[in-house]
């Protein structure tokens, strides 16, 4: 809570960072207000807050154990995932970065189940103070040491065929990777009123491992308990008596509208509005 402050904090003294976020929000809400009436800037306050709390949450992950992660996340849907589990089948799960992006990806590890996380890869221009940089390097290091297996992204994706095969969960981003370099591939859809590319790697890996395609979303709490919420959605239905260009076709039909209802509903928890600009996420 002290670290999403000093982010809202940051906010309000980068005059020039939120002025372009704020107009990238203007992108997805011409009206100048979300769905629930908060402004822009309002919106821009808690990005920045989600931004500090994602940059800066590695220091609580080895607070984050098998008996305290209640504290820290809670859950809706999580059943879900457990049912498609118990059938002994690995689950593909796929992701915005939202929220402290690795949360939900440690408390899995945590649980006890078996989680691949595909990392590496950059889409998003994003420059950092000294102190980010920083920041941003002892994080990695923490997220090194998660109870949870990093696959890097440059590399091929057929050993995670064999890791759903063993019933892993395989966590992939639904958005992009963050800084410079695209990786995989991705359609052209409509997300947030603009044309933006969507990853199918999750699509494909669903359907060439025969495992169930779930979503993710993390986002702040409004109410009592753990700051944070996660969400795991319904399987992402498809139909995989058509072709391969078909299935990857309709999976970015379904993953485009799904990502733009959640971050239509939790704008301020999103960690990519720096980069929803034309030559970054979008075309």
Same mark, same amino acid.
């Given at each position: 809570?002290?670290?999403? $402050?000093?982010?809202?904090?940051?906010? $309000?003294?980068?005059?020039?960072?939120?002025? /372009?976020?704020? #107009?990238?929000? +203007?992108?997805?809400?011409? /009206?100048?207000?979300?769905?629930?009436?908060?402004?822009?800037?309002?919106?821009?306050?808690?990005a920045f807050a989600a931004h500090f709390a994602n940059q800066y949450i590695g220091a609580s992950f080895a607070r984050c154990t098998s008996s305290t992660w209640p504290e820290y996340l809670g859950w809706r849907g999580l059943d879900i995932l457990q049912d498609h589990?118990? =059938?002994?089948?690995?689950?593909?799960?796929?992701?915005?970065?939202?929220?402290?992006? #690795?949360?939900?990806?440690?408390?899995? *590890?945590?649980?006890?189940?078996?989680?691949? #996380?595909? *990392?590496? *890869?950059?889409?998003?221009?994003? &420059?950092?103070?000294?102190?980010?940089?920083?920041?941003?390097?002892?994080?990695?290091?923490?997220?090194?040491?998660?109870?949870?297996?990093?696959?890097?992204?440059?590399?091929?994706?057929?050993?995670?065929?064999?890791?759903?095969? #063993?019933?892993?969960?395989?966590m992939t981003a639904a958005d992009g990777t963050g800084g410079g370099e695209e990786l995989g591939r991705r359609l052209i859809r409509q997300v947030l009123g603009q044309h933006m590319?969507?990853?199918?790697?999750?699509?494909?890996?669903?359907?060439?491992?025969?495992?169930? +395609? +779930?979503?993710?979303?993390?986002?702040?709490?409004?109410?009592? *308990?753990?700051?944070?919420?996660?969400?795991?959605?319904?399987?992402?239905?498809? =139909?995989? =008596?058509?072709?391969? &260009?078909?299935?990857?076709?309709?999976?970015? =039909?379904? $993953?485009?509208?799904?990502?733009?209802?959640?971050?239509?509903?939790?704008?301020?928890?999103?960690?990519?509005?720096?980069?929803?600009?034309?030559?970054?996420?979008?075309?």
């Open positions: 809570r002290v670290v999403r $402050l000093a982010g809202r904090s940051a906010a $309000l003294a980068a005059h020039r960072k939120r002025r /372009e976020v704020e #107009q990238n929000l +203007l992108r997805a809400f011409p /009206e100048g207000h979300d769905a629930a009436g908060r402004t822009l800037g309002s919106i821009a306050q808690d589990l118990r =059938d002994g089948r690995g689950v593909v799960l796929t992701h915005p970065h939202m929220g402290p992006a #690795q949360l939900p990806t440690h408390v899995l *590890g945590c649980m006890g189940m078996d989680v691949v #996380q595909i *990392g590496g *890869g950059r889409v998003t221009e994003v &420059t950092l103070s000294e102190t980010g940089e920083w920041a941003r390097q002892q994080r990695l290091e923490r997220e090194r040491r998660m109870p949870v297996e990093i696959h890097d992204g440059a590399r091929f994706l057929r050993p995670l065929l064999r890791r759903l095969s #063993q019933g892993a969960v395989v590319g969507i990853p199918v790697g999750a699509v494909w890996l669903a359907l060439n491992s025969g495992a169930p +395609l +779930l979503t993710l979303h993390c986002y702040r709490n409004p109410g009592d *308990g753990p700051l944070y919420m996660a969400e795991i959605g319904t399987e992402i239905p498809l =139909d995989r =008596d058509q072709g391969t &260009t078909d299935v990857l076709e309709d999976g970015a =039909d379904h $993953l485009a509208s799904w990502l733009d209802k959640v971050l239509r509903a939790h704008p301020g928890d999103w960690l990519f509005w720096d980069g929803f600009t034309e030559g970054a996420l979008l075309p």
